[in-house]
């Protein structure tokens, strides 16, 4: 039996794309086994898998200077000594990276043992873990046809989408945002990483956006305002699981951030869509750079947070309704590749090299 590694994590968005490629490395006969942190993040993400799972106790890796660097310096060696242990258990044949500064040790960790590598990057430009491993992988499958960067093979895959989006019902999405579905339904993902301000602008636009719209405000964990219950048309959740893809699919239209894996999602089931990054001050700027990709290829309107106020928020969704049919013209346009084929393609290759 082939044995696979996947890692990855730090985020939710390093962790949930590795599912449909977990699925079908499964439905091949491969034995799959997860390394995430020690924080239970990772593990709660990928419980329902079916895979074992190993905690290693990472240090982060950041591009600012701060006191934990210190710590981390001695984190980030110990944690590659985890790695080296765990993998000496599991004896894979090859291993999936899907980035984070949890998967960085691992990473080295199999290259010490001469295990071939393959890492996958969201965003349009790769983050650091993934800039860090590429002396030690073998290829490197990147979301965005448009990524450039040095690496020994670089192969344009997508990223992996949940089925479950794919395959989102649109009665069941307005039982769980409570709606009728007798007029157009607006969701806003404000998330909780520098949800703050998306939240603010929105909660101020309410009255003149259910005057069009029902509003279904996804706002973040411990985000929700008390005094904002019981306006018509607006409801609020702290976040949405399982119930997410068929939320999309009773959508007419999305006000989100410009994530990798969000805006990926929001193209691949064709939802005309209204990002808002975040600023280069709270991220590195990998929000924006997606966000100027979609716009770039008509797939995107694109607002930037400093320039986002009520007045801008409402007239911007009000023109994307308005000119809805030509938006979902352009998004038919998007070609989604089949992103956890074209891995598990590349894993097989990278595991045909190293026999």
Not at 106 to 128: F, M, N, Q, Y
Not at 213 to 219: I, K
Not at 232 to 241: A, L, T
Request: hydrophobic share 45%; charged share 20%.
């Amino acid at each position: 039996m082939i044995r696979a590694v996947v890692t990855g994590g730090g985020s939710a968005g390093h962790v949930v794309p590795t599912l449909p490629v977990v699925e079908a490395l499964q439905a091949r006969g491969w034995e799959v086994t997860f390394i995430g942190s020690d924080s239970g993040l990772e593990e709660r993400l990928v419980t329902t898998a079916g895979v074992r799972y190993f905690g290693v106790r990472p240090g982060k890796l950041r591009r600012y200077w701060s006191i934990e660097n210190l710590v981390d310096a001695f984190r980030v060696p110990l944690s590659m000594l985890q790695a080296f242990g765990i993998l000496g258990r599991v004896r894979p044949h090859v291993v999936f990276s899907k980035g984070g500064f949890v998967a960085f040790p691992v990473v080295v960790a199999a290259w010490l043992r001469g295990i071939p590598v393959v890492a996958h990057e969201s965003d349009l430009s790769p983050g650091l873990a993934n800039r860090l491993s590429l002396p030690f992988i073998a290829s490197l499958c990147v979301n965005f046809d448009a990524t450039r960067i040095n690496a020994r093979r670089v192969i344009h895959t997508g990223t992996p989408v949940r089925p479950s989006l794919v395959q989102g019902d649109r009665e069941r999405g307005l039982q769980a945002a409570g709606f009728s579905g007798e007029r157009p339904i607006l969701a806003v993902v404000g998330g909780s990483l520098g949800a703050e301000r998306l939240n603010l602008i929105v909660r101020e636009s309410v009255s003149a956006l259910t005057g069009t719209f029902d509003v279904l405000h996804v706002c973040g964990a411990g985000k929700i305002d008390d005094s904002c219950f019981g306006i018509p048309g607006y409801e609020q959740r702290d976040f949405i699981g399982d119930d997410w893809g068929d939320v999309l699919a009773a959508a007419d239209l999305v006000v989100s951030r410009a994530g990798a894996n969000s805006l990926c999602e929001l193209l691949v089931l064709r939802k005309p869509n209204l990002l808002v990054p975040l600023p280069a001050s709270a991220s590195r700027g990998d929000q924006i750079e997606n966000a100027a990709y979609a716009e770039s290829r008509g797939f995107s309107m694109v607002v930037r947070e400093p320039d986002l106020t009520p007045e801008v928020l409402v007239e911007r969704v009000n023109a994307l309704h308005s000119d809805s049919a030509s938006w979902q013209a352009r998004l038919e346009g998007f070609q989604a590749p089949d992103s956890a084929s074209l891995i598990v393609a590349e894993l097989e290759a990278a595991l045909k090299g190293r026999r």
